[in-house]
């Protein structure tokens, strides 16, 4: 194919091309979405035991909708569901009510997440620049960077922002009231805070600037879309705002900075010295994700501005709708809640947040926009002079083909792709043993594994790593007070506080790694460092004091396998009485 006629099909717009083509570009951009989805449902049937990391939080919970006698009165299952966005538990709910259970739910939801996204995605850029190129570009830029990050996989609230808030972009770039109103109220049912960055985005739009000055729009549907949504906000909105949680209220600022856990090297680390570190591209408090260039050809959207002042010599840049005002509209609303968050920490959750998706959509579109016009420049460059030229024409070809061998293959270079963060248990026979025990069991454990049983066994820990979330004052307090009492009693060589614990909890059975009651273990478990009861406990070991726990290890084992022990605590209580 010719180089003027190649550069004619990629570059084309809407209204210079056949609706077919767009279709076709619509077809080929569907697709890749799907094959990547694919390859991702593969990565999470890979192994009987398999669940995205995040998942383990917020879907655990869930397998009460299939038997409700499962985690009774478990407090840290009340606590997620508790803080599970409405629309979200909704459509687990109803999955599970067709016989959908919530664990395969999770891993095949993701494809069809990623699809919608793809195609909001790809409609929205061409309310930007109208070349159905572009379109796909940015939606398989989108898709590369949802398939190398842990979001959309993990089919948590977050993972909704990508479809619904796409969708809610899309539908105001085309002013459509009901269908924006109706993805509104899904931002507020399925992740709440993206609410507020659309409530910027609607009242900015009632702004605009003439003569050099700023005014008020002149675009009255702008009014009428900022009226309803902001009423549709309100209305989704009212219930959070309401809601008097037993686990609440979150921790204050000064509260924060006095805790370990939100310290610099804590497990959530929040208050960095650094004023990079803490307002540019710390997690959690910085303005920046630390994905925002992945997939790396993301870093093409950095040449956008140079770009369009050379727009001379790339003459589809005068295609640029200004629609793409609402990518700035979109990063306006974001920093405002940026800052808000930051003047009333964990009230509105992590600042970080609110940035975050923001950025990595605007990314998505510049990085798409620049890249048509750099196939488009070289394009136009090539075909401009009056008599062939084969060098112009091979140079363009090869930039041409380059971008496209980038775009395209790029998971190719990528090991491991998707890499999404999926979890694989390591002891199915552990989980079967405790599958095998009462609904209300109940089980003591420091120990890593702790993590998987909630999800694979559907039953209820003490404490959990995974479960360590420190931002409201009711669930961690209580949190810190089971962690504290576990290590204090762990390390105990006083068999009658044992016993108290295990009586006080409710504790079935006491997990242990196999070297767990050694100082060595203490030293090096860095997850427990931050628990005011471990220097406690390395201190009795450090002076010889054997725990109690120790004759347990052989006389209460009712399950053994190379990495943990499970104790019966029935009998440690028998032992502790004797």
Known sequence: MPI??????????VDRTSRSRTIFWLILTLTFAAVYGILGTKQAFSAEYMVQDDARQHVFWMMRFIDPELFPNDFIANYFQSIAPAGYSTLYKLAATIGIHPLLFHKILPLFLALISTYYCFGLCLEMLPVPMTGFMASLLLNQHMWMTDDLASTTPRAFIYPIFLAFLYYLSRSSLLPCLGAIALIGLFYPPYALVAAGILVLRLLGWENGRLCLSRDRPNYLFCS???????AVMLPYALDNSEFGPTYTAAE????????ANGRNAFFRPNFKDYWLTGRGS???????????????GLLFPLLLFWRSAFPLANQIQSKIWLLLQLMLASLAMFFAAHATIFKLYQPGRYTAYSLRFVIVFISAIALTLIIDGVGHWASKTATKCQLKNLVALITTATIAVVVILYPCFVEDFP???????????????FQQQPKDTLIASIAGEADNLPTFSQRAVLVAKEYAVPYQKGYYSRYLQ???????????????????????????????????LTFQYVEDYGW?????????AMLSLKQGKIPALVPAMTSC??????????LDASCIVKLGGS
């Open 4 to 13: 003027a006629q190649l550069h004619k099909f990629l570059t084309a717009t």
């Open 228 to 234: 309803t949504g902001l009423g549709v906000i309100f």
């Open 256 to 263: 924060a900075k006095q805790m370990g856990v939100f310290a």
């Open 286 to 300: 910085g303005i920046f994700p630390k994905s925002l260039f992945t997939p790396v050809t993301h870093c093409v």
């Open 419 to 433: 890499s999404v963060g999926y979890v694989q248990g390591e002891m199915p026979e552990l989980y079967k043993f």
């Open 482 to 516: 089971r962690i504290n009492d576990l290590i204090r009693v762990q390390y105990t060589p006083d068999r009658a506080i044992l016993q108290n614990f295990i009586n006080k909890y409710g504790i079935d059975f006491w997990m242990l790694d196999r070297n767990a």
């Open 528 to 536: 427990i460092d931050d628990f005011d009861a471990t220097p406690e």
């Open 557 to 566: 084992a009712v399950f053994q396998n190379e990495i943990v022990v499970v």
